[in-house]
């Protein structure tokens, strides 16, 4: 460390902007002589987001801070914007941006239908109220953002938030069909609304304890298809697909759709959203 040592403290600060975070903290727990530069508002000033005073004013509830570093972990935390229907948050440890888009952002068909589907408040929602299918044969959800308002040149993963009431029906019988879509690049995959456990479960019903052998064949004849997983804040979430955010500000559309026909029910939206892969 003695040539760093040596050089003025916007220089040092200057290199560390090349760096990450998390690096910086780990900087920051190992050197002393590296303090001062990795705590200057000069170096997390390079972290935030070029928005970031944007961001500030649509946030539902002030954020309080006094230092650019305190803003950036402020900004870590996910916190409400634009009248509570969104919420962003920075990766800690690349800096990289994430929303999530309420259910009230979406396009969800037949969502102004109260028979099929109604909007409740849950108290584990980040968000107001969160949509509750009912019943539907034809189900479809899409949103849509742009480039623009990630962090560019950076891989993302698109993810529908979502869980299953004790009365849920209907939603292990056939895939429905995820698709991320940026510019003229389409991806398409398959994915259950409901766990694989759950799925076994009603297979072994449906076909009189043959569902293991039915879910077998199935896997052999068809394409990988994907189920949710559980998320560290209690909902469940399924993975719509992937794309690159680029330098140019594009469409990126994501959706879920199973018109099989078949009644179904249950299923509980609180949103999708949008965070950098590592």
């Known amino acids: 460390m003695s040539n760093i040592d040596t050089l003025p403290e916007d220089c040092v600060a200057s290199i560390l902007s090349f760096t990450s975070p998390a690096d910086v903290s780990r900087f920051l727990s190992v ?9 200057s508002d000069l170096l997390w000033l390079s972290f935030l987001p070029s928005d970031y005073s944007d961001l500030l004013s649509r946030s539902v509830t002030p954020l309080v801070f006094s230092s650019k570093r305190d803003l950036f972990f402020a900004l870590s935390r996910p916190f409400l914007i634009d009248s509570g229907s969104k919420s962003f948050q920075l990766d800690r440890y690349s800096g990289k941006k994430s929303y999530i888009l309420s259910a009230r952002e979406l396009s969800v068909t037949w969502g102004d239908d109260p028979m099929l589907w109604s909007w409740i408040p849950m108290p584990k929602s980040r968000f107001s109220e969160v949509a509750h299918l009912r019943t539907v044969s034809w189900l479809e959800i899409k949103c849509e953002i742009r480039t623009g308002i990630l962090t560019p040149n950076a891989w993302y993963g698109a993810y529908l938030i979502m869980n299953l009431s004790h009365r849920a029906y209907g939603l ?30 009603e297979m072994e019903t449906l076909f009189c304890g043959n569902g293991r052998d039915r879910l077998r064949e199935s896997a052999e004849t068809e394409e990988d298809e994907k189920y949710p997983s559980m998320r560290e804040d209690g909902w469940m979430e399924i993975e719509l697909g992937e794309f690159y955010s ?9 959706s879920v759709r199973e018109v099989g026909y078949r009644l179904k029910g249950g299923l509980i939206v609180e949103g999708i959203q949008i965070r950098p892969k590592r």
């Open 31 to 39: 050197s002393s002589s590296l303090r001062s530069p990795a705590l």
């Open 172 to 201: 292990y019988s056939a895939a429905s069909e995820v698709t991320v879509e940026v510019g003229n690049v389409v991806k398409k995959g398959k994915a259950y609304l409901c766990t694989e456990e759950e799925r076994e479960q």
């Open 246 to 254: 680029g330098e140019q500000d594009q469409d990126v559309k994501m």
